[in-house]
């Protein structure tokens, strides 16, 4: 086993961290008051390449690994986890996934403008009353005699929802019951008879565009169909293996970010006339944090690894998001408790760190859904 990095994992390591310094450490403060981030990002983000990591170059991607990937989106999540979303979701739920069961058309029209960062894609599965119980989703694409789709419903907590040119959206297009029913459809959010609604209010990841959309009546082709019809499931539990990886690497960042402020603060801060530094139990706070990082990185990097080498990597993506997940959070909260009184206040990094780990331990799949999927791995009994 070598987990040293090659020249070119570390170049766009290092490049990652040179684009947060320049483009997103600045503004972290602004856009998270202001519940928005510039969304000239985005063509930014495209410009450096992260919207088309892993994505083949003759689709307009830059190509590179899966640890490359993680690389980034861990750098991302120290930086702005609002920033990080925005690459997780339109790369890694949406290109990748047009890149894996989209037609020859489907990907020429979408990956180049994704991967430039000239739209966005966003990932529409949740519903108000569907989250964990994915398959149980309500919204209806039934064919009309003109042989397009008309869909109606609506979907909840949709990141890059207002953001976004095209929905991956997961639609019951067929009487089949359960989540054999459920099919994939490419929309483009500028057709008709979709609106979206910005979710204000929100703990953490306030910096980033969350959407409820309404779907009356929006009608598609059957060429927006992405994979067989009624195999729609199967591509969202496909896109969400992957994604949560790059979940758990956010992750990373965040525990990364909290050690990073917790030993720069403990070393300035006095209290006795000394260092807090030099307190027993300043150095266990720190000492936790750091122990979750390295776990919770190699964890990951498992996951990545098992992908480049053509393995199964569902459990052990699961695993990953589910320890990285709760470690941010303990890992933000540890460092809150370094900072005292000042890092309940948001002219300091860590109040923000532990708003935004706490939504990870929720979305693409609760802590409590990632259990049930490594024990169904172990025992070969669901509980679903």
């Not at 490049?15 to 600045?26: C, M, S, Y």
């Not at 750098?75 to 997780?88: A, N």
């Not at 009487?175 to 929309?187: D, E, M, S």
């Not at 591509?235 to 690497?249: D, E, I, N, Q």
């Amino acid at each position: 086993m070598n987990l040293e990095l090659s020249e070119e994992q570390t170049a766009v390591r290092q490049l990652a961290k040179d684009f947060v310094a320049r483009e997103i450490t600045p503004n972290v403060v602004g856009w998270d008051r202001a519940e928005e981030v510039d969304r000239g990002i985005v063509k930014k983000l495209g410009d450096v390449g992260f919207l088309g990591l892993t994505i083949d170059e003759v689709y307009g991607g830059s190509g590179g690994d899966h640890l490359a990937y993680c690389l980034v989106t861990e750098e991302l999540g120290r930086g702005d986890s609002s920033v990080r979303g925005i690459v997780s979701v339109s790369l890694g739920l949406v290109a990748k996934t047009i890149q894996s069961y989209g037609t020859e058309e489907q990907k020429r029209e979408w990956l180049p403008r994704l991967t430039a960062g000239e739209a966005l894609g966003c990932f529409g599965l949740t519903e108000p009353g569907t989250g964990s119980d994915a398959g149980s989703l309500t919204t209806r694409a039934v064919r009309d005699d003109g042989g397009d789709y008309v869909i109606n419903g609506s979907k909840m907590f949709i990141t890059n929802g207002t953001w976004a040119d095209v929905v991956l959206l997961f639609a019951r297009s067929t009487g089949a019951p359960g989540h054999k029913g459920v099919t994939a459809f490419l929309v483009p959010t500028d057709t008709p008879g979709l609106t979206r609604r910005t979710i204000h209010g929100k703990l953490g990841l306030r910096g980033q565009a969350t959407a409820e959309l309404v779907l009356e009546d929006v009608r598609v082709p059957a060429s927006a169909m992405l994979g067989p019809e009624g195999k729609g499931f199967a591509v969202a539990m496909s896109a969400l293996a992957k994604g949560r990886m790059s979940v758990a690497a956010g992750c990373v960042g965040i525990a990364q970010a909290a050690l990073d402020a917790a030993v720069g603060y403990a070393a300035e801060r006095e209290q006795f006339g000394k260092s807090i530094a030099s307190y027993q139990l300043v150095q266990e706070l720190i000492s936790d944090i750091s122990v979750d990082v390295d776990a919770a990185r190699l964890l990951t990097w498992r996951v990545a690894d098992l992908i480049d080498r053509g393995e199964d990597f569902a459990t052990a993506a699961s695993k990953a998001k589910l320890f990285a997940s709760e470690a941010a959070v303990r890992c933000a909260n540890n460092a809150l408790q370094v900072f005292g009184g000042y890092g309940y206040i948001d002219e300091y990094p860590v109040g923000k760190l532990l708003r935004d780990a706490r939504v990870m331990t929720l979305y693409e799949g609760t802590s409590q859904i990632q259990k049930l999927i490594i024990g169904r791995a172990l025992t070969g009994v669901s509980a679903f």
